[in-house]
C-alpha cells in the first residue's frame, strides 16, 4: 500500500480505530526495535561487522542507515540490556526508551572510566527502575544527583563540537576547558615562548600533537613523523592469514595488549643475545611494516576495500609464530585491533576444526594482503 492509497484509507477510519492503530503500530515498532537490538548483539559476538567495517557503530551506519546518533543509542541500549535482561520488557512496555537506556549506559560507562569501579549489577537494576517511565530530561536530573562530577564530564563532551569551515576541511571546535588544563597551557606557553611569544590555541595544540606523535612514533620503532594524509599503501599480496590453523598474532608497539603473548611483542625489550625469541621484532622491521602500510590497518574487507582504520593498530604475522611463521618483512602485517581479533577467532576456529572439534562462527574471512 503506497502512502496516497494509505493516507485515504485512513481517513475513512473512526477516530477510536484509528487511534488503536496508531498503538498498535508503536507496539509493532518497539517489538522491532527490540528484535534490532538482540541482532545488533549477535552480530557483535561474532564479529560480523568487522568483514566490511571496523567497528559495529560503522556497520549500523554505513549497512543500516541509521544516523550516528541514533546508531549510538541502540548500541548502547542493547549493551545496557546485555547486564541488565529485564531491560527489554522495559523498553517493550515502553517504560524506556532507547534515549533514555542509552543515557544510563553512557554515564555508568563514564562514571566506571573516571572512577576505576563498575557498579554492581543489583545497583544498575536499582538505576533503571528509578528512571522508568521517566523523560530523557528528567533522567538527566537524577544522573547528575547520581554522580555530578560524571554529569559534568559528560556535558562537556557533548559541548565539544567541531564544524567544518572551510574547503581545505579546516574545523571550528568549542571545547571546554578545565582551570588546571588552562594553567598547564599557560606553563607551556611560558615555557616555549622563545619559540613564539604569543602563539594561538590552535598552534599550541599543533605543537603538542607534533611532539606526542614524534614520542609515539620513537616508542613504537618508527621515527619518520606520523603522516595525517591517510595515504593508501600499497596491498601487500600473500597467503591469507586465515589459512593458518593457529591463534597466534603479535601486537604493535601502540596497542594496548590484545592477549597473553601480545604484550610482550609490544613493546620488546632490545634484543643483545643471539637467539632472540621468535616473536621478536626488531625496531627497524617495526618501522618498514609501519611505513610500507601507511599507518592504516591492511586487512582486506570483502567489498574489496581496504580498512580505512588507523587507530588501534597491531602489527600481526600472517602465518602464526606457534606454526613456525617467522618475524620477517613478508610474515608481518598491520591490522586493527577489530580485525586483528577477527583474525584470531577464525585461526582458533579453524585450530578447532583441524582438532576434529565443532566451530561455532563458521564466518569466513578473507586477511589484508
Ligand atoms: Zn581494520
Not at 67 to 75: L, T
Not at 239 to 253: D, H, I, K, N, T
Request: charged share 25%; proline share 3%.
Amino acid at each position: 500500500m503506497n502512502f496516497i492509497t494509505l493516507s485515504k484509507d485512513l481517513q475513512t477510519l473512526n477516530n477510536h480505530d484509528l487511534l488503536a492503530r496508531a498503538r498498535e503500530l508503536a507496539h509493532e515498532e518497539r517489538r522491532a526495535g527490540i528484535a534490532l537490538l538482540h541482532h545488533l548483539r549477535e552480530i557483535e559476538r561474532r564479529r560480523l561487522f568487522a568483514l566490511n567495517h571496523s567497528s559495529l557503530h560503522e556497520y549500523v551506519v554505513r549497512e543500516l542507515g541509521y544516523s550516528d546518533g541514533a546508531a549510538h543509542r541502540r548500541i548502547s541500549a542493547m549493551r545496557l540490556m546485555s547486564t541488565i535482561p529485564e531491560v527489554e520488557d522495559r523498553l517493550r512496555s515502553g517504560a524506556l526508551t532507547l534515549s533514555t537506556a542509552s543515557q544510563v549506559q553512557n554515564f555508568l560507562r563514564a562514571e566506571k572510566k573516571l572512577t576505576g569501579t563498575s557498579v554492581s549489577t543489583t545497583e544498575v537494576r536499582n538505576l533503571v527502575s528509578i528512571i522508568e517511565g521517566k523523560s530523557t530530561r528528567e533522567t538527566d536530573a537524577i544522573l547528575a544527583a547520581r554522580a555530578p562530577e560524571v554529569a559534568q564530564h559528560l556535558a562537556a563532551r557533548t559541548l565539544e563540537r567541531t564544524r567544518v569551515v572551510s574547503t581545505d576541511h579546516s574545523v571550528q571546535v568549542t571545547l571546554t576547558l578545565s582551570r588546571d588544563l588552562q594553567l598547564k597551557l599557560q606553563r607551556l606557553r611560558d615555557r616555549t615562548a622563545h619559540r613564539d611569544p604569543n602563539p594561538s590555541l590552535a598552534q599550541q595544540i599543533e605543537w603538542l600533537a607534533d611532539f606526542a606523535l614524534a614520542k609515539l612514533s620513537g616508542a613504537s620503532g618508527e621515527k619518520r613523523k606520523v603522516s595525517s594524509s591517510g595515504a593508501e599503501a600499497p596491498s601487500r599480496s600473500s597467503s591469507s592469514g586465515a589459512e593458518a590453523p593457529s591463534r597466534s598474532s603479535s601486537s604493535g608497539a601502540e596497542a594496548p595488549s590484545r592477549s597473553s603473548s601480545s604484550g610482550a611483542e609490544a613493546m620488546p625489550a632490545p634484543c643483545k643475545n643471539a637467539n632472540p625469541s621468535p616473536r621478536y621484532i626488531s625496531s627497524s622491521l617495526r618501522r618498514e611494516v609501519w611505513r610500507r602500510a601507511a599507518h592504516r590497518c591492511e586487512m582486506r574487507l570483502f567489498s574489496g576495500m581496504r580498512c580505512s582504520r588507523t587507530h588501534l593498530l597491531q602489527i600481526d604475522h600472517l602465518h602464526p609464530v606457534a606454526w613456525g611463521g617467522a618475524s620477517t618483512a613478508d610474515n608481518l602485517q598491520l591490522l586493527c585491533a577489530v580485525h586483528n581479533q577477527l583474525k584470531s577467532d577464525q585461526l582458533g576456529n579453524l585450530a578447532l576444526k583441524t582438532a576434529g572439534g565443532k566451530s561455532k562462527n563458521t564466518t569466513k574471512v578473507t586477511s589484508a594482503s
